[in-house]
């Protein structure tokens, strides 16, 4: 994570916007006001320890043991019938704690509740695979593997998802620059030319929007296009609009743009 | 014998055509460039609508082709990402010389809006093009326009000469 610089002149500057804003938390209730989500607490503190539990936006959270997940997933499933497992992954607390937050989503359509469950583990810690349980943790935990690096036990394929598997760095963590490391910048060239093409190919471009208008290898300007490699000295002749060279096209007619039409109804 | 009437010489001259090598070679080339379909992202869609009735490639002779060994040019429609950059340099390798490549819309040509890990900032760092398109999406005008445009640049070119295949690097 960058180190922090203080946001005294934030009105002074109101484009500025903190990457790293932390939302306040909307107000937790206690699980004791619905009786649904206390009866399915119970169900859960009689077999598992429960660190933490509150309501907030109608859904249960409950912070459990990392080693407990699969157990209090399958209790879910099986007795609560919480029989959908709506979303899972993980959050980057390294610069706070060094661990991360692993939390799935539960919904339950017949009691219409959702439940958080969640956990917390150590930088290199493995969690246990619920992909028994529930099929869509499959991908879910390859992305959280390949996002965040945290590895799964007993996955059935534990490789990258979405980047390729010859990636090296999970981009999701929050050290993680969002224009790529060096590996990142250089992944393709590396790959297909090798390294030694580097200095060829030279670095990414990563202004996208930069015009230089006295270059004419990689620019040009519409309506005074120049041959390529020109010098530009700022009083170049205007060139019509020309999709056929001056002598005319071997048996196709010479578009003439003092003849064509241009057609304004739609509807002609 | 023929049967028919045919009088060959009749305005003074016979069915004859006379033009360089170069010229009806190029004539040939400009006007089927057949094109590889390789729609990657929104501009895909941009790029099916030229092809569509409404626009109708096919009267320039270009015409989708699914293989790249049957395509001349490549419109590269999208944003390119990391992990499918080798797969556009296989296939601009399997298409048979001379080959040209358009590059379809902001992404394409410098990464676009994908300021990021995952998106090649521009296809010219894997293949060389000969064409790029502005606009986010361009509009089917814009490839109709450079597809006239690539074949005005064809028809320039030298068509017999030893022409020395096109190389990144």
Not at chain 2, 97 to 102: D, Y
């Amino acid at each position: 994570m960058r180190a922090y610089t203080p946001k005294d002149d934030v009105q002074a500057k109101p484009y500025y916007t903190d990457r790293f804003y932390v939302a306040p938390q909307v107000p937790k209730q206690d699980v004791e006001s619905d009786e649904l989500f206390a009866a399915d607490l119970a169900a859960i503190k009689a077999k598992f320890e429960v660190l933490e539990a509150y309501i907030q936006v109608e859904q249960m959270v409950v912070y459990i043991n990392a080693k407990d997940n699969y157990g209090v997933l399958e209790l879910l499933r099986d007795e609560l019938e919480y029989t959908q497992l709506s979303e899972m992954s993980a959050i980057d607390w390294l610069a706070k704690n060094n661990q991360f937050e692993i939390f799935y989503q539960m919904l339950s359509m017949g009691k219409r509740k959702r439940i958080r469950i969640k956990c917390f583990i150590d930088k290199d810690e493995a969690v246990n695979s619920v992909e028994k349980l529930f099929r869509s943790a499959d991908w879910s935990e390859r992305e959280m593997y390949d996002m965040f690096g945290v590895k799964v036990n007993n996955h059935p394929f534990m490789k990258r998802i979405l980047m390729p598997y010859d990636w090296e760095g999970f981009p999701l963590l929050k050290t993680y620059p969002l224009e790529g490391d060096e590996f990142a910048q250089w992944y393709e060239v590396d790959k297909i030319y090798g390294k030694e093409a580097r200095d060829i190919i030279g670095a990414e471009i990563r202004d996208t929007a930069r015009v230089d208008r006295y270059d004419s290898e990689r620019f040009g300007r519409l309506g005074h296009e120049v041959p390529k490699g020109t010098k530009i000295t700022g009083n170049e002749p205007k060139t019509p609009l020309a999709y056929q060279e001056e002598g005319g096209v071997f048996m196709i007619d010479r578009f003439d743009e003092e003849k064509s039409v241009i057609i304004t109804d739609r509807d002609r | 014998m023929a049967q028919h009437k045919v009088n060959y010489t009749q305005n003074a001259g016979l069915p004859v055509a006379l033009t360089t090598i170069d010229k009806v070679v190029n004539w040939g080339r400009s006007n089927s460039l057949w094109a590889l379909t390789y729609g990657l992202a929104c501009c895909g869609i941009e790029m099916m609508a030229s092809g569509a009735s409404r626009y109708d490639f096919d009267r320039y002779g270009t015409i989708f082709r699914a293989s790249p060994r049957q395509a001349d040019v490549m419109v590269v429609a999208g944003t390119l990402t990391k992990k499918h950059a080798e797969f556009i340099k296989r296939l601009y390798d399997q298409m048979t010389e001379p080959r040209w490549v358009i590059s379809m819309g902001s992404c394409a040509n410098t990464g676009g809006m994908f300021n990021t890990y995952a998106t090649v900032q521009g296809v010219d760092r894997i293949i060389p093009v000969d064409l790029y398109l502005p606009g986010c999406a361009p509009r089917p005008e814009t490839l109709q326009y450079g597809v006239m445009l690539l074949q005005k640049k064809i028809r320039s070119e030298k068509a017999i000469k030893n022409q020395k295949a096109k190389r990144l690097m």
